[in-house]
């Protein structure tokens, strides 16, 4: 079975721009989360989806981010305009129900904003 | 929500050593989680441990969990230079459908051959 898939591995791109990235979950799973990791940081939960359904968004750092699920095997997370400090490695994971159980993730998309 | 906190924050060992991780937080959780993460590449689950077991194996895996002192341990016995990675712990309380895993800082595990 395939796990989470997610796309692009690695984004360079300008201060300005406008980032998509891209997540296929685990097919039958239900939750999908979206985090950040940076060495200042740590690891950041921005967006938890259930049944396509945002649930908890309070991670998302500002307004420039967004991020949908239209339907249950794909989400993005969209960054409008990007800034240098948007620079990190951004997960998918998704698990069959909720967050109590295994959460399954994607190996990550290396975002560099120059 | 609330994080666990690892500690170390490093460790290193020889390999054929045991490594043992602690992780402790702050209120009563439903269960724990052990997250590995090698260089480069995505969390990967271990082991969940519930908030009414004590102790939980998986391989060369054994975690315990003490809940009167709010902390778990993850021991990786005979552990080999593939076991080099950074390891969490996700305490998670449930409270229904807003229930979310909450990551520490992570613990950098390095296993010289």
């Known amino acids: 079975d395939a796990g989470v898939i997610q796309s692009p591995r690695h984004e360079v791109t300008e201060m300005g721009q406008e980032v998509t990235l891209r997540c296929k979950p685990i097919s039958g799973h239900n939750s999908l989360f979206w985090y950040r990791q940076t060495m200042m940081r740590g690891l950041e939960l921005l967006i938890y989806f259930n049944n396509n359904v945002p649930i908890d968004d309070s991670g998302m750092p500002e307004d420039r981010f967004s991020a949908k699920m239209p339907n249950a095997s794909f989400s993005t997370l969209k960054i409008q305009p990007s800034e240098p400090r948007d620079s990190a490695v951004y997960f998918c994971a998704s698990s069959p129900r909720y967050s109590n159980q295994p959460q399954h993730f994607g190996d990550g998309t290396r975002l560099s904003i120059l | 929500s609330q994080q666990g906190e690892e500690d170390p924050q490093a460790l290193s060992i020889q390999e054929g050593e045991n490594a043992t991780m602690n992780c402790s937080y702050k209120t009563s959780i439903n269960n724990l989680q052990w997250y590995r993460q090698n260089s480069g590449r995505g969390l990967v689950h271990l082991i969940l441990?519930?908030?009414?077991?004590r102790e939980k194996h998986s391989g060369r895996l054994r975690v315990t969990l003490d809940t009167s002192k709010k902390s778990s341990s993850l021991l990786i016995t005979a552990s080999r230079a593939a076991d080099t990675a950074s390891y969490f712990c996700?305490?998670?309380?449930?409270?229904?459908?807003?229930?979310?895993?909450?990551f520490g800082k992570g613990i950098t595990l390095s296993v010289r051959p």
């Open positions: 441990i519930r908030s009414n077991e």
């Open positions: 996700a305490p998670l309380t449930y409270t229904g459908a807003n229930s979310k895993l909450t």
